[in-house]
Structure formats: structure tokens, C-alpha cells
């Protein structure tokens, strides 16, 4: 019976299907920390590394060639400033001007007279200009003047005093560049930049052989051992023998699911044939009709058991396409519907669509009709009342198969799933192997789901089963 999504409710709030299968999901993965991946940890610890680096190599470069570079600058100022003077003081006026127009066309260097009215920037805005500023008062005296621009000139003018008299000395700034101008900071950021590009390919470098035998290893969890072989010609010593011993790890684990399923497939063959005579044998022999019955029921469950054990021991991956769920639950529902001792109630959300393998799918909630119907029912009434619900969470499809019995101990529960696991006689009257709940529990791993059993609080066991959603086809 189709219904919207708002019409669909999952009795018992508190441990609704979102909620279990959360929970589950909780507990069956690793849980998650925040944090960064190898690859960036290692790059910033290296980039960290670096940039410290860069920084101490920056800070000897300024002690051993900016600092003594500054004095040696401030020097050279000051002595063209003195050399300067002392040719002005010991030339009449005539060789005065001749002076100065030669200082002006071959050196750079041009004298003018200081007047009240010049206005000027004061040189030295950075550290290093502070300094070479400090040095060149100290050594021509406290009246000294340091400009970068005077009346909106720039340059670096001196002002000195000439018997009494101010005057400006300009010369050309970039002749006493301190640090070299802007090429030091060029060639910082090209450090920087390819100092950050080496930093992350080392860390791809170191990561790389990581994440590959990480996806290796999640290909062995998941059963496919061909997918999870890992390069054994590397040049790195330790990460070769590591993926040689991965290798050999797989090869041999491939080798033991091999034998596992022989086995297995061998002893089925082996008991099933002489089951086969011995019903028939029966059958044929017995002529008490109660006691051929019960012979009967006997090896078919024996039979049953067998089959049992070969359905959870199928290595093989399910192949997922696109199910309609409608369609699988009604066909599973419809061996019930003349049985008297179970009544069904479906509630599906319309077109929901599931990626899983249609075949299995069926064998899944068949079993859990099956587990429904055998432990289910009623005290009173001797009837199994059981409900099927589906409904659209994002990305997934929730499925939801809860009877009305008893239920099972709260401590048991988290057993229920392990193969070989028997509960309470109340639940296990009938005779089986075990694997019921094991075999779902498994085969909705392997389609990439999640499968839970909890309690509902007015009575009864709910199985919650997360599949993956399609959205279209």
C-alpha cells in the first residue's frame, strides 16, 4: 500500500529506524576524528620547517650584510659630505663654481643653498634607514639634516653647515641603496614559493606508497584480491619489501577463501547425496505416515543447514543495479498472504528505488519475513502481526521489518548478528544454524548498506536496513 512520505511513521520514536541505523553506523565504522590527512600534516611540518628556515637565514643576512652594509653606507655619505665641505671651504669663488658644476656633472652630486622656507621629508622610514640616518648625525655633527625629498624633490639630500652658512647636499639614493633595493624581497618569494613546492612533493612523495597500500588493504576487506596487489619493483628499499610482504599477505589469504569455498562446496556434495538417499529411502521404507513425516522434516532441515552454511560462506561480490523496492517486497509477501498465522503490513514511499542485487534483496527480507513469522507471533493470539516501511533519507533508502513477539534480551542483541549465536529458547524453538541474521547482516555490507536489530518498546524485534538510494534510472 503506497504512502507519502509524510503518512509513513516509524512507531517508537526514540529508536526509530534513522535513529538505529545512525547508531549503527556509528559503531561499525572507525570513529572519525578531526584532523589533517598525512599528505598535509607532512607538507606544513615541512613548509613550517622551511619557513623557519627562510626566516633564521633572513635574520643572519641582516646581521652579517644588511647592519654592516648600513654603516658602510653611512660612511661613504659622510665622507662625500666632509670631502665636500672641506673643497668648498679651501676654493676661492671662481674655483668655487667650477666645483660644483664638475661635482654636478660627473659625480651627481649638487650643492644648493639651505633656505627657512625649504620643506622636507625626513629620511629613514625602515630600519635599516633609521640606522644609516643615526650614523651620519653621529659623525657630522648634531645640526645634520637627512631628507628624502626636499620641496617635493626626491633624492637624499644632507644638510650640512659651511662657515655658518646651510646648505643641502643631494646625491642619488639609489648609489647608497642598503639592501640592494627590492631584489632581495624577489628573490625571498621565489625561496618561499619553491621552497612550498618542494615541501609538497616530498609529502606526495612519502604519502603516495601509503594511500596505495591503504586502498590495497580496503580491497582485501573487501574480498577482492586482485585489485589489492601492490607494486614490488619500487626503488625504495623498505616500501618494497613492505609490498611484497602485503602481496604474499593477500596471495595467501586468496589461497585460504579458495580452499574455504572447496571445502565447503565438497562437503555439501558429500552430505547432500547421501541425504537425497536416505529421504528417499525413507520415504519408501517407513510406512508409519507420522514418523515418515518427521524423518522427512528432519533432512530437510538438514538440507536446509547445509544450504545455510554455503550461502554465508559465498565469496562472490554482488553485482548492484537499480531495484525497484516495491517490486521485491511484494513478491516476497506473497507466499504469506494465505497463511493464516501471518498478517503483513506494507507502508513503501512511492518509486523507491535501491542500488542493490535484486536477487539478494529478496532472499534478505525473505529471511527476515521468515525470522518474523517463526518468532514473532503473539502470545495471545498465536498470529505474526508484521510491518514493512521504507522511506527517503538523502542519499539512502531506510527499511524498516518489526514484528510484535517478544522481542530479545537487550544484552543479546549485538549477538544476534554473529554467525553460529543462539539466543533465548523463546526466540530459537525451531531448530536452525545460526546464520539467518549473520547471512542478512553480511550480504548488506557487501551492497553497501548498513543492517541493525533493536527492541521496540511496545514489543517485538525491528531489523533497520540502509541501502543506498537511486534517484533516477
Known amino acids: 500500500m503506497p504512502l507519502s512520505q509524510t503518512q509513513i511513521?516509524?512507531?517508537?520514536?526514540?529508536?526509530?529506524?534513522?535513529?538505529?541505523?545512525a547508531d549503527a553506523e556509528g559503531d561499525n565504522t572507525q570513529p572519525s576524528r578531526a584532523g589533517l590527512s598525512l599528505f598535509w600534516r607532512t607538507f606544513f611540518l615541512l613548509a613550517l620547517l622551511l619557513l623557519g628556515s627562510i626566516v633564521a637565514w633572513l635574520q643572519t643576512l641582516r646581521a652579517l650584510e644588511f647592519e654592516p652594509r648600513a654603516i658602510q653606507t653611512a660612511q661613504q655619505l659622510a665622507s662625500q659630505v666632509n670631502l665636500s665641505r672641506a673643497a668648498l671651504i679651501h676654493s676661492d669663488a671662481i674655483a668655487r663654481t667650477s666645483l660644483l658644476?664638475?661635482?654636478?656633472?660627473?659625480e651627481g652630486v649638487h650643492i644648493v643653498p639651505r633656505e627657512p622656507t625649504d620643506v622636507f621629508v625626513p629620511f629613514g622610514t625602515d630600519a635599516i634607514g633609521r640606522q644609516i640616518a643615526q650614523e651620519l648625525t653621529s659623525r657630522l655633527g648634531p645640526g645634520t639634516v637627512i631628507a628624502s625629498s626636499v620641496n617635493t624633490k626626491p633624492g637624499l639630500w644632507i644638510g650640512f653647515v659651511i662657515n655658518g652658512d646651510d646648505y643641502w647636499l643631494l646625491t642619488d639614493q639609489e648609489r647608497f641603496n642598503p639592501a640592494g633595493g627590492k631584489t632581495w624581497l624577489i628573490w625571498l618569494g621565489v625561496a618561499g614559493v619553491l621552497s612550498l613546492a618542494g615541501a609538497a612533493l616530498i609529502a606526495r612523495l612519502i604519502n603516495q606508497p601509503l594511500k596505495l597500500l591503504s586502498f590495497a588493504a580496503s580491497r582485501v576487506r573487501e574480498g577482492d584480491f586482485e585489485a589489492s596487489r601492490l607494486d614490488e619493483s619500487v626503488h625504495t628499499g623498505e616500501i618494497r619489501e613492505v609490498n611484497i610482504g602485503f602481496n604474499r599477505m593477500a596471495q595467501r589469504l586468496a589461497k585460504i577463501e579458495q580452499d574455504r569455498a572447496v571445502m565447503l562446496a565438497g562437503i555439501s556434495h558429500d552430505l547432500r547425496?547421501?541425504?537425497?538417499?536416505?529421504?528417499l529411502e525413507t520415504e519408501m521404507s517407513v510406512t508409519d505416515l507420522d514418523a515418515r513425516s518427521h524423518m522427512a522434516a528432519d533432512i530437510a532441515q538438514l538440507d536446509a543447514i547445509i544450504g545455510k552454511f554455503l550461502d554465508y560462506a559465498r565469496p562472490e561480490k554482488e553485482k548492484l543495479a537499480p531495484v525497484v523496492l516495491a517490486d521485491v517486497v511484494e513478491a516476497c509477501t506473497y507466499s504469506y498472504k494465505a497463511q493464516a498465522d501471518v498478517q503483513i503490513k506494507v507502508q513503501l514511499e512511492d518509486n523507491l528505488l535501491v542500488l542493490a542485487d535484486e536477487v539478494e534483496l529478496g532472499r534478505i527480507i525473505s529471511n527476515l519475513l521468515e525470522n518474523a513469522r517463526r518468532y514473532g507471533k503473539s502470545a495471545d493470539t498465536g498470529i505474526a502481526r508484521i510491518q514493512i516501511a521504507a522511506i527517503s533519507r538523502n542519499k539512502w533508502v531506510l527499511i524498516k521489518i518489526r514484528d510484535h513477539g517478544i522481542g530479545v534480551a537487550q544484552e543479546q542483541l549485538t549477538n544476534l548478528t554473529t554467525p553460529f549465536f543462539r539466543g533465548e529458547a523463546a526466540r530459537t524453538a525451531a531448530n536452525g544454524a545460526g546464520l539467518g541474521l549473520a547471512i542478512v547482516d553480511k550480504t548488506v555490507q557487501r551492497m553497501g548498506g548498513v543492517f541493525v536489530l533493536n527492541n521496540a518498546p511496545s514489543g517485538g524485534l525491528s531489523a533497520n536496513i540502509r541501502l543506498p538510494r537511486v534517484t533516477s534510472v
Open 273 to 279: 547425496t547421501p541425504l537425497a538417499r536416505l529421504r
Open 9 to 21: 511513521q516509524f512507531e517508537d520514536t526514540h529508536t526509530s529506524a534513522p535513529a538505529a541505523l
Open 101 to 106: 658644476k664638475t661635482m654636478s656633472d660627473q
